[in-house]
């Protein structure tokens, strides 16, 4: 084609993969076309064949961007041009290929990284950031043309740790010390506003255009240690309030067990005080007598009378018996009181060393009112069980809860306190392992296998109505397992009985908090 139209045409069509041409066209001539392409296909190869003009014309023709130019008497030289500019365009097109596919890429990662909740960030080398997300100016406060080309340490890093942060950076270039999958380090940082958060940070390597540079995911966990701290003190409510509601249930039962002692205390103190007047009477007849000095047959007959009126031989027998049951009583009463105490005692939130033995009985004397009519219980206590660190009031209320399920489990099969049948609830202990263990066992009605994953959910409970309020194994599994990095599991046969585990770590083993 020798008409500019025609040729501005045919390039705006495309689909060309070589243009050749003439230098003297009868419209236009070869430089024109070589501009015309670069402007429409700036891609295209140009080659220009001429037969008259000099070698100044040529150097002007490349330097317009024409690939090649070729004198018509050497025309030998077109097809090796032909095949050159051919396998140049290939490689070209693989370039521009691979150009488009890395904008894509790119393009389609900073659209994923903007969107993301967490902060991405790359890193240079020497530490310096070379992208910053929204999430990261969101964090931290610092728009990226703040952050970019800065190194990241000294903008987030608390004073006194940018030296550790530097150097856990220089380990984690020249080692990869930290580039694991899963793997993530929490450690505090510092906003703009030199608010002091806490993040979670993972770290990667990978290689891009410009070299080679860090990944880091960093995650605020303000917010998530926040909902945690709420979560515990809603705990710790739920924990003193469902305390509170055991001993609102229990107050009956203590009530009715001091009663008994005290009842037959004060049975005892009124015969005590009655026969201890008869005596006084009886000494001042006996003074009397001595005052007068010999004793004469009237007086003789007196004494004789008021001790026939004592009855010697019954008080003889009587009021040590009196006396001893008294104090039984009032050793039965100080044992209540003094489990009562123990039972409800604050821990203050510090862990103490705890005799679980004594725990465990001061817990079995509380809630006596609530077993004792349906089940016999039976201590098997290891005398040499050491101390353990633990809450020593939130361990009661675990125990309490597996006491009273432990009974109710009972009652569906003896059919209650009204039958007078009778089941067993056993509680051992044992050092095991580096664990302290201890086994609640019932003989009661056991747990259905397909509610048996179920049974420590919250608010989970197969009683009645009124009967449970499903948040005892809830608050025991929390306690043992959250609190004191323990296990409580459940061993269970159906028409057979129930075993609860409980497994405290002692300091030292790997399961120590």
């Not at 080659?47 to 003009?53: A, E, M, Y």
């Not at 906003?191 to 410009?210: C, G, Y």
């Amino acid at each position: 084609m020798d008409a500019e139209p025609a040729l501005q045409t045919a390039l705006n069509q495309g689909g060309w993969d070589l243009l050749i041409s003439d230098y003297v066209l009868p419209s236009f001539d070869g430089l024109a076309v070589v501009k015309m392409a670069r402007s429409i296909a700036p891609d295209l190869p140009c080659i220009i064949i001429s037969g008259q003009v000099g070698e100044g014309y040529a150097v002007e023709a490349l330097r317009a961007g024409a690939c090649d130019f070729i004198g018509k008497a050497n025309l030998t030289r077109l097809i090796p041009a032909i095949d050159r500019e051919m396998n140049a365009e290939d490689e070209r097109r693989t370039a521009r290929l691979t150009e488009v596919l890395l904008q894509e890429s790119e393009t389609r990662f900073r659209a994923i990284s903007e969107s993301a909740y967490d902060a991405i960030v790359l890193i240079n080398p020497i530490g310096q950031v070379s992208f910053w997300n929204l999430a990261a100016e969101r964090i931290f406060g610092y728009s990226a043309e703040e952050i970019l080309g800065r190194d990241l340490h000294e903008l987030i890093a608390l004073p006194e740790q940018k030296d550790a942060f530097r150097r856990a950076f220089s380990r984690f270039v020249l080692t990869g010390e930290g580039d694991a999958i899963g793997q993530t380090h929490q450690l505090p940082a510092v906003t703009k506003d030199r608010r002091e958060i806490r993040i979670e940070l993972s770290l990667s390597r990978a290689q891009f255009q410009d070299g080679w540079h860090g990944i880091g995911i960093l995650r605020d966990l303000t917010a998530r240690f926040a909902l945690e701290a709420e979560r515990a003190a809603m705990e710790v409510q739920l924990l003193h309030a469902h305390k509170l509601e055991a001993i609102g249930q229990l107050a009956a039962g203590i009530a009715h067990e001091i009663n008994t002692p005290i009842q037959y205390i004060g049975d005892n103190t009124t015969f005590l005080r009655s026969t201890c007047q008869d005596l006084l009477d009886y000494l001042e007849i006996v003074r009397e007598q001595l005052v007068m000095g010999d004793l004469d047959t009237a007086g003789r007959a007196a004494l004789e009378k008021g001790l026939d009126g004592l009855d010697l031989d019954y008080l003889q027998q009587e009021i040590p018996k009196a006396v001893q049951q008294s104090l039984d009583g009032v050793a039965r009463v100080s044992k209540i009181v003094s489990a009562m105490k123990d039972f409800s005692h604050p821990s203050q939130g510090v862990k103490g060393l705890v005799d679980l033995n004594h725990a465990i009985e001061s817990t079995v004397t509380v809630c006596r009112n609530e077993w004792k009519y349906v089940a016999d219980l039976e201590l098997e206590p290891d005398p040499d069980l050491p101390l353990v660190p633990c809450f020593a009031d939130e361990f009661n209320q675990v125990v309490l809860n597996l006491i009273i399920n432990a009974a109710h489990a009972i009652a569906e099969v003896t059919g209650g306190r009204q039958t007078g049948a009778k089941g067993l609830i056993r509680i051992t202990t044992c050092l095991r392992d580096r664990c302290v263990e201890i086994r609640f066992s019932d003989t009661g009605t056991g747990i259905p296998e397909k509610i048996r994953e179920r049974i420590f959910e919250p608010f989970f409970t197969t009683k009645p109505l009124g009967k449970g309020t499903g948040q005892g194994l809830a608050i025991a599994r929390s306690v043992i397992v959250d609190k004191h990095g323990g296990i409580i599991r459940v061993e269970s046969e159906m028409g057979k009985g129930t075993t609860f585990v409980i497994e405290l770590p002692m300091p030292g083993s790997p399961s120590a908090p």
